[in-house]
């Protein structure tokens, strides 16, 4: 079965520094891996995805983020973290029957000033 | 333009009434979805509806009640709900879905805050 796994439930950041949020996952067969964003109480905000090609796949509002196979990891990269990137982050992995995404558990962000 | 909408953004009702969430895309995707999420967990798949049929029900209580009028709405009818099911739910959709192969990416709506009293 696909999952993906989120081991940290909260990063914190100073303002300026670089941030890495933290995925790794489990399929069997090709991996294709997304990150979302969600500000509180809204929808989700779609950042990037990695379905082949590079391992470095560069994202909305500066995100990056890079595929390692060898590790079985997806972490989530910005060089300079914003306030304004505090939310909840979600790695998801496409995976069932139908295709539908696996989420996993979600990493709180916090940059402070 | 990948903007999905959803309808309301709120709602409060009474465990014996009768209400609806509406969902909308016009980005020609064929594949929707509905998910509940609970404060500050990851989204859960309700139901998936691919080129206007059910697909996916993920084990849900009859109480709620999914429709695919056409390829742009989606709704989710709600009847003698329960005070657990209030949750965020959120609405998405994608070009297709077919199976675990798909690269498609899912798009979501802000979501509609349900409170059940």
């Known amino acids: 079965a696909q999952s993906v796994a989120q081991p940290e439930d909260q990063v914190n950041v100073a303002e300026g520094n670089p941030l890495t949020v933290k995925c790794t996952y489990s399929?069997?067969?090709?991996?294709?891996l997304f990150w979302y964003v969600q500000y509180p109480n809204r929808g989700l905000q779609f950042l990037l995805k990695?379905?082949?090609?590079?391992?470095l796949v560069k994202g909305s509002y500066g995100f990056e983020a890079e595929f390692n196979k060898s590790q079985t990891s997806f972490h989530l990269k910005k060089p300079s973290a914003l306030v304004s990137d505090s939310a909840l982050y979600f790695c998801?992995?496409?995976?069932?029957?139908?295709?539908?995404?696996?989420f996993g558990k979600g990493t709180k962000l916090s940059v402070k000033p | 333009d990948t903007e999905v909408t959803q309808t309301p953004k709120h709602l409060v009702m009474g465990m014996t009434n009768k209400k609806s969430l509406k969902c909308e895309q016009h980005?020609?995707?064929?594949?929707m979805y509905w998910y509940k999420q609970k404060a500050k967990k990851p989204p859960e798949l309700m139901f998936v509806?691919?080129?206007?049929?059910?697909?996916i029900n993920e084990s849900v209580p009859s109480r709620f009640s999914p429709e695919c009028p056409n390829s742009s709405l989606l709704n989710l009818h709600l009847h003698a709900l329960q005070p657990e099911d209030s949750a965020l739910y959120l609405c998405?959709?994608?070009?297709?879905?077919?199976?675990?192969?798909?690269?498609?990416?899912?798009?979501f709506g802000p979501g509609t805050r349900l409170t059940v009293l």
């Open positions: 998405a959709s994608s070009q297709e879905s077919f199976g675990g192969e798909s690269t498609d990416t899912q798009y």
């Open positions: 399929v069997s067969g090709n991996p294709y």
């Open positions: 990695y379905i082949t090609g590079d391992n």
């Open positions: 998801a992995v496409r995976g069932g029957s139908q295709g539908n995404l696996i």
């Open positions: 980005m020609g995707h064929r594949a």
């Open positions: 509806y691919s080129y206007e049929k059910l697909s």
